[in-house]
């Protein structure tokens, strides 16, 4: 005897080899035994076999018109076999009624399943819907296959256009263009980015790039909302100075400026004026929903996304010409010994009288030019007075870094810029630590350091950065973002709150309104501030911007490696020369790119190779390159001179490994790069400049630092 049964949501059939109460023993066609109950059993039959059984049922049951059998079929709850002598009559054996089960279990639109060989028929309008939603769905998937084999045929399809950047960054994944480039990407064996290049979906990797970023951080777009900044106070007084701002000739946010006063006694009162939009914006309001939404300005070659709309910026940029807001910071300094004898900081309006900036400048303003007092610029004596000063606390810093353990910093010649016109870019180098950079550096060190200083002198929580050790002095050190005072030890200063950049930097407003809180209520800051101490919302700006920031750094990064490979196309470099780092970590000689060489064998760091140029995937963000042969060597005459080599590339390396590594973050990359003297600038971004440690050993003031590398593609 064989039987056919249901199991585990299937229909089989098989050869009774025994039966044991209320349960069979059977074996299946392919030999398998199962013990089979007998509620599972709808048929009992001795002919045909059990595998002919299957076959035959799964033919016939193709052959019912499910149209027909729902006519049949009473309104009730039935058993199959009654509505099988309806259909087939005096025909109606084993495999007409297997056939009759399997026919009615495929179609769940005409018949619903009531038990163990029972069905009821669906109500006519359900069954109209659901074939009306079935008939969707056919016509659906043809357009879908048409789709596809478009696609697989490196067409666009029509309905496509316009939509491939939304299929790649937020897809809905329930869609027939969707499903259609899916099955297509899988179809050619790549991915769906690199289908939608082909067939002209895209117009370029970086507008993927551009459009991934953008769909995860300003999925509402980049505009902003109309806004109003509000009243500056009335009681805010002018200042008696001339002050000058240094930046470079794009940028627009410009948050500092500086200013010299010659005193008698053979000293002077230095100014570091800050842009102060603090004074028109109040925490809680719509530009302050708007700053603390964006945290930071971006900034990528040839583009930046400001956190501050157009209007708020220019009402508060220090830009020349005019009487401009400002949070003030004057030290008094010996001009014999370089020492600060006194401190005072003022929010008041400051005459901006230049915007200097460094394309125009930096060939002129030379340590040699200064030290000679030769050539005529804008603000010449006022350098003159800066430059020394600035060295002096540049020294100041190096002895609180050896205190810490900390070697002498040391700094890269070489910068790089980028310049973007169109699908077009111009790398350009720029020396870094020119007399330019270092006093705006070591001025805006000053200002944070002493910032912080103040805010905690007054009991006033304030954001800042600390770097310190973990283990013995000389371990590793890790940069965090805290909200009480604690030193830096890679800056060399004992407490550091970003407080220079608040048009670009949402933790420089907010300290900034801290700073103000103390300046204007003096002891009873701490009630008037509006932050208080263990602010949780203070907490949670810190926590916030750190997570963002260290995002829109990664998009720097990412663009940066995008646009030198972009270069090397763009020249048509088959070959470049490069200087080996450590170990298979390579340095290009003409721009800013770092890239693992594997099988590189062994060199000594400096060692210049020539490197043919394989591959160039600008999707993955990826490149291949091979050594061809040792251009030159360099000659290391002492241990010192290799471990000083060690410590100059270092923080290069670090940022290397962090973007192949995600489980480092960004700024602890950037923190360890910085205590080695690997700072940069937002010019190496978006052709601006301005950095507070620009090129000594500090944080990038608006983009952050290091060689241009990148975590290879997504």
Same mark, same amino acid.
């Given at each position: 005897?064989?039987?056919?049964?249901?199991?585990?949501?299937?229909?089989?059939?098989?050869?009774?080899?025994?039966?044991?109460?209320?349960?069979?023993?059977?074996?299946?066609?392919?030999?398998?035994?199962?013990?089979?109950?007998?509620?599972?059993?709808?048929?009992?039959?001795?002919?045909?076999?059990?595998?002919?059984?299957?076959?035959?049922?799964?033919?016939?049951?193709?052959?019912?018109?499910?149209?027909?059998?729902?006519?049949?079929?009473?309104?009730?709850?039935?058993?199959?076999?009654?509505?099988?002598?309806?259909?087939?009559?005096?025909?109606?054996?084993?495999?007409?009624?297997?056939?009759?089960?399997?026919?009615?279990?495929?179609?769940?639109?005409?018949?619903?399943?009531?038990?163990?060989?029972? $069905?009821?028929?669906?109500?006519?309008?359900?069954?109209?819907?659901?074939?009306?939603?079935?008939?969707?769905?056919?016509?659906?998937g043809l357009v879908q296959a048409e789709y596809e084999e478009e696609l697989k045929?490196?067409?666009?399809?029509?309905?496509?256009?316009?939509?491939?950047?939304?299929?790649?960054?937020?897809?809905?994944?329930?869609?027939?263009?969707?499903?259609?480039?899916?099955?297509?990407?899988?179809?050619?064996?790549?991915?769906?980015?690199?289908?939608?290049?082909?067939?002209?979906?895209?117009?370029?990797?970086?507008?993927?790039?551009?459009?991934?970023?953008?769909?995860?951080?300003?999925?509402?777009?980049?505009?902003?909302?109309?806004?109003?900044?509000?009243?500056?106070?009335?009681?805010?007084?002018?200042?008696?100075?001339?002050?000058?701002?240094?930046?470079?000739?794009?940028?627009?946010?410009?948050?500092?400026?500086?200013?010299?006063?010659?005193?008698?006694?053979?000293?002077?009162?230095?100014?570091?004026?800050?842009?102060?939009?603090?004074?028109?914006?109040?925490?809680?309001?719509?530009?302050?929903?708007?700053?603390?939404?964006?945290?930071?300005?971006?900034?990528?070659?040839?583009?930046?996304?400001?956190?501050? =709309?157009?209007?708020?910026?220019?009402?508060?940029?220090?830009?020349?010409?005019?009487?401009?807001?400002?949070?003030?910071?004057?030290?008094?300094?010996?001009?014999?010994?370089?020492?600060? *004898?006194?401190?005072?900081?003022?929010?008041?309006?400051?005459?901006?009288?230049?915007?200097?900036?460094?394309?125009?400048?930096?060939?002129?303003?030379?340590?040699? %030019?200064?030290?000679?007092?030769?050539?005529? $610029?804008?603000?010449?004596?006022?350098?003159? *007075?800066?430059?020394?000063?600035?060295?002096?606390?540049?020294?100041?810093?190096?002895?609180?870094?050896?205190?810490?353990?900390?070697?002498?910093?040391?700094?890269?010649?070489?910068?790089?810029?980028?310049?973007?016109?169109?699908?077009?870019?111009?790398?350009?180098?720029?020396?870094?630590?020119?007399?330019?950079?270092?006093?705006?550096?070591?001025?805006?060190?000053?200002a944070n350091s002493s910032w912080g200083a103040f805010l905690h002198d007054h009991?006033?929580?304030?954001?800042?950065?600390?770097?310190?050790?973990?283990?013995?002095?000389?371990?590793?050190?890790?940069?965090?973002?805290?909200?009480?005072?604690?030193?830096?030890?890679?800056?060399?200063?004992?407490?550091?709150?970003?407080?220079?950049?608040?048009?670009?930097?949402?933790?420089?407003?907010?300290?900034?309104?801290?700073?103000?809180?103390?300046?204007?209520?003096?002891?009873? %800051?701490?009630?008037?501030?509006?932050?208080?101490?263990?602010?949780?919302?203070?907490?949670?700006?810190?926590?916030?911007?750190?997570?963002?920031?260290?995002?829109?750094?990664?998009?720097?990064?990412?663009?940066?490696?995008?646009?030198?490979?972009?270069?090397?196309?763009?020249?048509?470099?088959?070959?470049?020369? %490069?200087?080996?780092?450590?170990?298979?970590?390579?340095?290009?000689?003409?721009?800013?790119?770092?890239?693992?060489?594997?099988?590189?064998? *062994?060199?000594?760091?400096?060692?210049?190779?020539?490197?043919?140029?394989?591959?160039?995937?600008?999707?993955?963000?990826?490149?291949?390159?091979?050594?061809?042969?040792?251009?030159?060597? =360099?000659? *290391?005459?002492?241990?010192?001179?290799?471990?000083?080599?060690?410590?100059?590339?270092?923080?290069?390396?670090?940022?290397?490994?962090?973007?192949?590594?995600?489980?480092?973050?960004?700024?602890?990359?950037?923190?360890?790069?910085?205590?080695?003297?690997?700072?940069?600038?937002?010019?190496?971004?978006?052709?601006?400049?301005?950095?507070?440690?620009?090129?000594?050993?500090?944080?990038?003031?608006?983009?952050?630092?290091?060689?241009?590398?990148?975590?290879?593609?997504?």
């Amino acid at each position: 005897m064989n039987v056919f049964f249901e199991e585990s949501g299937s229909f089989k059939a098989g050869s009774v080899l025994s039966r044991q109460g209320d349960a069979f023993q059977v074996e299946l066609p392919g030999g398998r035994r199962a013990k089979v109950r007998a509620k599972d059993v709808l048929i009992e039959f001795e002919k045909p076999s059990a595998g002919d059984l299957i076959q035959q049922a799964d033919a016939a049951a193709q052959e019912i018109d499910l149209d027909f059998l729902w006519e049949c079929a009473p309104d009730d709850e039935f058993p199959f076999a009654t509505l099988g002598a309806d259909y087939f009559g005096a025909s109606f054996g084993p495999v007409e009624r297997a056939a009759l089960v399997l026919r009615m279990h495929s179609a769940p639109v005409y018949f619903r399943r009531k038990g163990r060989g029972q $069905y009821q028929r669906a109500p006519q309008e359900q069954l109209k819907m659901a074939l009306a939603g079935l008939e969707r769905k056919r016509q659906q998937g043809l357009v879908q296959a048409e789709y596809e084999e478009e696609l697989k045929a490196g067409r666009l399809p029509e309905a496509l256009a316009g939509k491939a950047l939304g299929l790649l960054t937020k897809p809905d994944k329930n869609t027939i263009e969707y499903k259609a480039l899916e099955a297509a990407a899988a179809a050619r064996g790549i991915s769906q980015a690199r289908l939608m290049l082909e067939c002209g979906g895209i117009p370029s990797a970086r507008a993927l790039h551009e459009a991934r970023f953008l769909s995860e951080f300003f999925p509402h777009g980049t505009g902003f909302a109309a806004v109003t900044v509000g009243a500056l106070p009335e009681d805010l007084p002018d200042a008696n100075v001339e002050a000058f701002s240094i930046d470079d000739v794009t940028t627009t946010e410009i948050d500092d400026a500086f200013s010299v006063e010659h005193l008698a006694d053979g000293r002077v009162r230095i100014g570091v004026h800050i842009a102060a939009p603090a004074l028109g914006i109040t925490p809680g309001d719509a530009i302050d929903a708007i700053a603390r939404t964006r945290l930071s300005t971006v900034y990528m070659p040839g583009d930046k996304i400001t956190m501050l =709309p157009d209007s708020v910026v220019e009402a508060f940029t220090l830009a020349e010409g005019g009487m401009r807001p400002a949070l003030s910071l004057y030290v008094i300094v010996n001009r014999e010994t370089q020492e600060i *004898v006194a401190s005072e900081t003022r929010a008041e309006r400051v005459f901006v009288k230049n915007n200097l900036r460094h394309n125009t400048l930096d060939e002129l303003v030379t340590e040699e %030019a200064l030290a000679a007092g030769s050539g005529e $610029y804008p603000h010449k004596d006022d350098i003159a *007075v800066l430059w020394p000063f600035a060295l002096a606390l540049f020294e100041k810093r190096q002895q609180a870094r050896a205190g810490y353990g900390l070697r002498r910093e040391v700094q890269r010649n070489t910068d790089f810029n980028f310049y973007v016109d169109g699908e077009h870019i111009t790398i350009t180098p720029r020396r870094r630590g020119s007399p330019l950079d270092t006093i705006v550096a070591e001025l805006a060190i000053l200002a944070n350091s002493s910032w912080g200083a103040f805010l905690h002198d007054h009991g006033v929580p304030g954001i800042y950065r600390s770097q310190r050790a973990f283990g013995a002095p000389t371990g590793p050190k890790r940069t965090r973002m805290q909200t009480n005072a604690a030193p830096h030890e890679g800056l060399g200063v004992a407490q550091y709150a970003w407080s220079t950049s608040p048009l670009r930097r949402y933790v420089d407003l907010v300290n900034q309104w801290q700073l103000l809180a103390c300046v204007q209520h003096g002891v009873t %800051a701490k009630l008037a501030a509006p932050f208080k101490p263990k602010d949780a919302d203070l907490f949670a700006v810190v926590q916030g911007f750190d997570d963002t920031y260290s995002a829109y750094a990664d998009h720097q990064r990412r663009m940066e490696y995008f646009w030198c490979l972009r270069w090397l196309k763009q020249e048509n470099r088959k070959q470049v020369v %490069a200087s080996v780092v450590k170990d298979d970590l390579v340095r290009l000689e003409e721009i800013p790119l770092l890239l693992h060489v594997p099988a590189l064998g *062994v060199h000594a760091r400096g060692t210049r190779l020539l490197m043919e140029v394989m591959s160039i995937d600008e999707l993955t963000v990826e490149a291949s390159v091979r050594k061809l042969h040792v251009l030159d060597a =360099p000659t *290391v005459t002492s241990g010192a001179e290799a471990e000083e080599a060690d410590e100059a590339d270092e923080g290069e390396e670090e940022l290397l490994d962090a973007a192949d590594d995600s489980a480092q973050s960004e700024a602890e990359a950037e923190a360890e790069a910085e205590a080695e003297a690997e700072a940069g600038t937002e010019a190496n971004a978006s052709g601006e400049s301005g950095a507070e440690e620009n090129g000594n050993g500090g944080e990038g003031e608006d983009a952050p630092a290091g060689q241009h590398v990148a975590e290879p593609g997504q």
